[in-house]
Structure formats: C-alpha cells, structure tokens
C-alpha cells in the first residue's frame, strides 16, 4: 500500500513534467513558426494555377487562292522568312503580265504628250512668223497705197491675211495651253497616269508575292490544319508558329493575394516539367485589367439572384529570364509553381505610366515591296529615250544651228 502511494506521486510528477515539455515544444513551434510567418511567409505569395503562356502566331493568307505546296508541318522548327505554303500563282502572273503592259504602253503615250506638247510650242513660233511676216507686207503696201502703186484690193487682202495670222497664232496659243495642262509640273516618270499604271503594277507584284506565305517568326509550327488542293480565302488560319524564347507565366493569384503584389517584385518558379531541381527567377510585369470570370465566354450573371460567392483569381504576368529559359525551354501551357516575394511594396498597385513593353515587328514582307518598286523603275527606264551619244548630240545641236541661219 505504502508502494502504491508512493508511485502515484512519482507518476504525477513525471506525467506533469511531460505535460510541460509538450507545451514548451508547442510554445517553441508556435514561436518559430510565428517569425517565420513575420520574416518570411508574411512577405512572399504563392500559387501553384500558373501556365507558360506565349504568342502564337496564326498564319493567314492575305489573298484567295488553292494551296499548291506545304513546306513545313506540326513540330518543325522554322526561320522567320521560311516559306510555309504556296498558293497557284498562274492568275496572279497573267494580272501583272497585263500591268506591267499598261505601264509600258503609259509611258510611251506620256513620252508622246511631251512630244506633241514641244510640236505645238514650235507651231507657235511658225505661227508667229507668218504674222510677223503678214504685218510687214501690210506696212509695206500701205506706205504705197498712198501713191497709187498698189491696187485697194490687194490691200484689203494683205489686211485679211494679217488677220488670219492672228487668228492662226491664237489658236495655236491655245492648242498648245491646253495640251501644256496635261504635263505641266511633271516628268514622264512622276506623270499622275504613269503613277497610277505604277500603282496597278506595285498591287499586281504584292499580289504574286502573297502566293508565298512565310514564316513571320522563327518558331515551332502548331495546329497546321491546311491541306494540299485546299481552296483558301482571306483570314482563314493555315498554321501557328509559336516562338517558344518569348514567353512568360501568367500566374492566377486569389484576389485576397493580390494587395501586396507589386510590378517589379522578384519572383521564382518550378515547372512541373522539371521538377524542384530547376528554378527559374523572374518579375512582375503587369496585372490583367480583369478576373478570367469577366472575360470568358459567358461570363457569370450575379445580378439574376442565384448567387453564389466564389474567389475570384487575377492573371499576373511574370517574365522569365531569358539565359534560364534558354538554357531550359519551356512550352505554352506547362504548370508552374510561383513565388513573388512582397519586401518591396513601393508604388502604386496599378501604375499608370507607360512601361517598356516587348516591341514584336517583323521585316520578311518588306522584300516584297521594295523588289516591285525596283521591277516598276526598270519598267519606267526601259521606255525612256536612251540617252544620246556625244556624236549624235553634236551633229544634232550643228543640224539646229544650220536650220536657224
């Protein structure tokens, strides 16, 4: 009995002595984990609804045509230029045979205007000449009139003919006006019908060159769904080419995450594709202006009565860096897990100043533009006059010194 009496208060002693290292032990947790709270997980949010997100670049044709050729199928890479599908180019080369054609016969009916104008200025001297002659006649018989030497009626005729040389002279003068309005102020080359047989031309040649449909970007090619044979039309989607070395995450954070959340905050991320063992280190960029609930396709309509609260998350864009993205690549829709540390809290949610976004241009059409330009100049010089030699020049200028003495 005295035994038994004396173990319970041993038992008690150590069951409270065990009692209290729990709660020390819960108390040491509790104190850890609230400064690991303070110091870490207070300044840092996480989500694990993040996707690779990227451009896809949707090849269209510009112009009506049946595809003839495919160059390029799905998971191929392609350099920005590379031709991916031909159109029949047979009714385009007939619209520019015909154009250039009319450009020729243009320039030649032009060079024929400035012809016809120089023939009438000349016709303006010659008729000026016959009036300067008439009235000579007509002072000269005048002066013998008064003695008698000529008859009235040749008198009256050299005063007909004084008038007729006027009035030959004026209508000369306004032969000539008129032709001179349809190329004052131009050259052949600048004539507005030989820029408009120009302009047909320049349509007919980007029209030739749109029966090649290049690659925009270098990239992947994706959703290729255009067929050999295939009658296509403008706007219809051929293929995607996806450049994978621009993409980004878009991270879906709870709306009562995104009040610390800053542009320009550091972010790290773990895709699901690699695992733990790569970590990528990026930035906030930009908030979307909208939840993915307000821009889908039917979009929930709380104001009917039948509501139903949800949290709502918002796309966060976060870039990537572009050494770590190389050095392990990403596609558009892998997982991600992300981290945004929130230290840095300075600045407006929502900044409203312009900040430097990605510039996306593309230079493979303008090869196009400049080769019509370079096939309508030597359209346009082959139907100038050539140049004349020196020899020409010189027995030319002694004809029109001979002609004038």
Known sequence: ???????????????????????LGILVVGIGYGIYWQTVLRLRETTDDAYVNGNVVQITPQIAGTVVGINA?????????????????????????????????????????????????????????????????????ERL????????EELQHARQAVSAAKAALLAAQQQFVADRVRIDGTQVADHPQVQ???SAVHSAFLTLARTQL?????????????QLGQRVGPGSVLMAVVPLNQVWVDANFKELQIG?????????LVADLYGGSVEYHGTVVGFSAGTGASFALLPAQNATGNWIKVVQRLPVRIALDPKELAAHPLQVGLSMRVKVSTVDRDGARLPQSAANAPTYATNVFDDADHQATARIEAIIAANLPAPAS???????????????T
């Not at 610390?260 to 790290?268: E, S």
Request: glycine share 6%.
């Open 73 to 141: 199928d799905d998971t191929q890479y392609v350099t920005a230029g590379q031709p991916l599908v031909r159109l029949d180019p047979a009714d385009a080369k007939v619209a520019l045979d015909q154009a250039e054609a009319k450009l020729a016969l243009t320039v030649r009916e032009v060079r024929g205007m400035f012809a016809s104008t120089a023939q009438l200025d000349a016709a303006q001297g010659i008729r000026q000449a016959d009036l300067d002659t008439a009235e000579k006649d007509l002072a000269r018989r």
């Open 260 to 268: 610390n959340i800053r542009v320009g905050q550091p972010a790290t």
């Open 196 to 198: 408009a047989a120009a």
């Open 1 to 23: 009995m005295n035994e038994e009496n004396n173990t319970a208060p041993a038992d008690n002693r150590r069951r409270k002595r065990m009692l209290l290292l729990v709660t």
């Open 145 to 152: 009139a008064g003695s008698g030497a000529i008859s009235g």
């Open 214 to 226: 290049p690659a925009p970007v270098a990239g992947y090619v994706a959703h290729r769904n255009v």
């Open 390 to 404: 020196p020899r020409v020049a010189r027995r030319g200028h002694q004809d029109s010194v001979r002609h004038a």
